[in-house]
């Protein structure tokens, strides 16, 4: 019998795609509004997926979508870490700051969709149209940290991150 081709079977073949070119850099880290987006990826019990990855599209700091910035892709180191360096976004229309991440992993059949906000947009996330909907958002809100922001997913457990349906 021949070998199955990755059609065929379940992945992860995202060295493919993570290594082709580098994605991990919105802006240049020299640029003055550059931050650093850092997090892990766990499974439902708080182990990290070293074979994930993590993409995010935002719009730029004036709140704008544009043809030519705001997607990136990390993949995660054996610790479940992603690292991104991008800007913070302003504000679109109503919508408070925040980033769509998009996460890919083993044992995962469809990517999962969620959103981070900025822990620093209390005003904005108040009225967010999105955020103020759920019970309990606070898997939506990243932590400040020393040079940008930390954001974990949990794709499971009694800290699983809030996901879309897509």
Known sequence: MPAATPSQTVGPYFTLGLFASRADELVEPTNAAAVRLTGRVLDGAGEPVPDAMVEIWQADEDGCYRGDFGWGRSGCDTEGRYSLTTV???RVSEAAPHLVLMVFARGLLKPVL?????????????VDSVLSRLEDGSSLVARAVEGGYEFDVHLQG???TVFFAV
């Open 88 to 90: 913070k976004p302003g």
């Open 114 to 126: 969620t959103r981070m906000y900025f822990p620093d947009e209390d005003e904005a996330n108040a």
């Open 158 to 160: 009694d800290d699983e």
